[in-house]
């Protein structure tokens, strides 16, 4: 259902960005605004900006159009995101469904450039202190920075910047995103939407809800209900007033800017190094202040699209899952899955660090420091203590199998012992409590030549890290109560 939100959103935004289009200028030229918003009126601005403000307070329907843009690119993500995790904490990802996997990743990557590109496009000071950044970055990069930012600004700040991205988020992206969202329904239609285990249901006979017309409702219905509620937010609710921003300037940046939600995470990255971080060396100057969060929010990107694929190196499990998993009978992935959303949460938060210290009336190093603390001990406490919880799931789930439910009816017996009566589990209630036999630890067999390989070694004691603890009811046992 989060794939049908995200596929109203897209709508949204092909549409409302079609109108768009027509009434936006990428250019930078400097022009004198005389249009009807009257604080701004004199005041120089680029003809993109010029042509956003227009767009605004001079064109029927305009602003709704804009706010509805707008508020399509906010929600796609969260949407995209929320799709990825329920398929992470489920196990969806796993084959036939790995090319999903990977394919809604690209589509949540593709919507971030797009997002960010159309950030970018109104040239109001609150996009103009983002390129700033970017700039500062793409400058940040050792060896090839300088040349990259040329190549991208087309010379000193601001250069041609909208020109150069106007392109991207208008043809690019649409086109990549069309391109994506076709093979990731093709991929849907064939191997059908995994299910969680219910009676009489196993790995041979999934079938999914039948498309006509079960299906096909429920995701009209709620395709219709998202565009329509885009579009009364948008009616309602400002977003991105880059009349009270003002023009982008390159000699200012506005205290308490903050990007769209989506780009929080790389902005938190970036404020979390400590100062100073910087070397010469090889006649370059080394801004680890720069790479140090590139490099661990590429390996953090790297590490979710990757994951499946691990997985199944791990457990050497090549067969057909049909079946979803449930997060508890899995728990070291669960584990995972919270320590990555710690992590993204706290770099997400450090993004408003400036924010939390006025609000808040602290030091802003001292949030900055929380931070720092929390990124790096959080996900281990997260995992830690995810991963017991769902040990402590498993156990309750075992008890009702095995004894049933309290029933808070105590009978006492002749002999003047009191016991309490449980209700047993029944049928269904069984089948989808029992965990599926789920992976073991990989056991060592040395090769063709007799040897255990350093890779089969590791293999093993990681595969041990994520199996070995398991309480999920053994099968005899409840065969036998
Ligand atoms: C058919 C594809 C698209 C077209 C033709 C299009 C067109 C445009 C145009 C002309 C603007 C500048 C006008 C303005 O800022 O109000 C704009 C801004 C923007 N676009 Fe798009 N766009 C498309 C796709 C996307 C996608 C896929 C996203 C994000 C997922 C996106 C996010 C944005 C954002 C956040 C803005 C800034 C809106 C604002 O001014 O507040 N666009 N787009």
Avoid at 109 to 138: N, Q
Avoid at 267 to 279: F, H, K, T
Avoid at 289 to 304: E, K, N, Q, R, T
Avoid at 427 to 448: K, M, S, T, V
Wanted: net charge neutral.
């Amino acid at each position: 259902m989060f794939g049908v939100v995200a596929l109203a959103c897209i709508l949204v935004i092909f549409v409302t960005g079609f109108f768009l289009m027509f009434f936006y200028s990428p250019s930078s030229t400097t022009v004198t605004y005389r249009g009807s918003y009257a604080p701004l009126d004199g005041v120089e601005m680029s003809t993109a900006m010029h042509s956003t403000m227009t767009i605004s307070f001079d064109l029927r329907g305009g602003l709704l159009m804009r706010q509805a843009h707008h508020w399509a690119a906010l929600l796609l993500p969260t949407a995209l995101i929320l799709q990825l995790l329920v398929t992470f904490f489920t196990g969806a990802f796993r084959k036939p469904r790995l090319g999903s996997w990977v394919l809604l990743f690209l589509i949540l990557i593709t919507a971030l450039v797009g997002g960010w590109s159309g950030y970018a496009l109104p040239d109001d000071m609150l996009s103009g202190t983002g390129l700033r950044i970017v700039e500062g970055i793409v400058l940040g990069i050792p060896i090839v920075g300088t040349w990259t930012s040329a190549l991208l600004f087309g010379g000193p700040f601001p250069g041609d910047i909208i020109a150069h991205l106007y392109p991207l988020h208008i043809v690019v992206v649409p086109v990549l995103l069309v391109v994506l969202v076709a093979a990731r329904i093709r991929s849907a239609w064939v191997h059908k939407p995994a299910q969680f285990a219910e009676a009489g249901r196993t790995e041979d006979n999934v079938v999914g809800v039948p498309i006509l017309p079960n299906a096909a409702v429920r995701a009209g219905g709620l395709f219709l209900i998202v565009a329509g509620l885009l579009v009364l937010v948008a009616a309602t609710t400002t977003i991105s007033p880059i009349w009270l921003y003002g023009p982008s300037s390159p000699a200012d940046a506005s205290a308490g800017s903050q990007p769209d939600w989506y780009t929080g995470f790389l902005d938190g990255a970036l404020r979390l190094i400590p100062p100073g971080w910087e070397v010469v060396w090889l006649s370059h100057t080394w801004t680890f202040a720069v790479i140090v969060p590139l490099a661990l929010v590429g390996l953090y990107l790297l590490a979710v699209l990757l994951y499946p694929f691990f997985e199944q190196w791990i457990t050497g499990d090549r067969r057909e899952h049909h079946l979803l998993d449930r997060p508890r009978n899995t728990p070291t992935r669960t584990g995972i899955g919270v320590a990555g959303i710690v992590f993204f949460g706290a770099l997400w938060g450090a993004a408003s660090a400036d924010l939390a210290a006025t609000h808040l009336h602290l030091s802003v190093e001292n949030v900055v420091t929380a931070y720092q603390v929390i990124v790096i001990v959080g996900p281990v406490i997260a995992f830690l203590l995810a991963r017991r919880i769902c040990f402590a799931l498993q156990r309750k789930d075992r008890e009702i199998l095995l004894h049933g439910h309290e029933s808070g009816r105590i009978v006492r017996f002749p002999g003047g012992e009191y016991v309490e009566i449980h209700k047993p589990a029944d049928a269904y209630e069984r089948w989808r409590l029992i965990a599926p036999p789920g992976d073991r630890p990989l056991e060592l067999h040395p090769d063709a030549d007799g040897r255990i390989r350093l890779t089969t070694r590791l293999r093993a004691r990681i595969s041990r890290f994520f199996f070995e603890d398991r309480i999920a009811p053994d099968l005899d046992e409840l065969d036998a109560s």
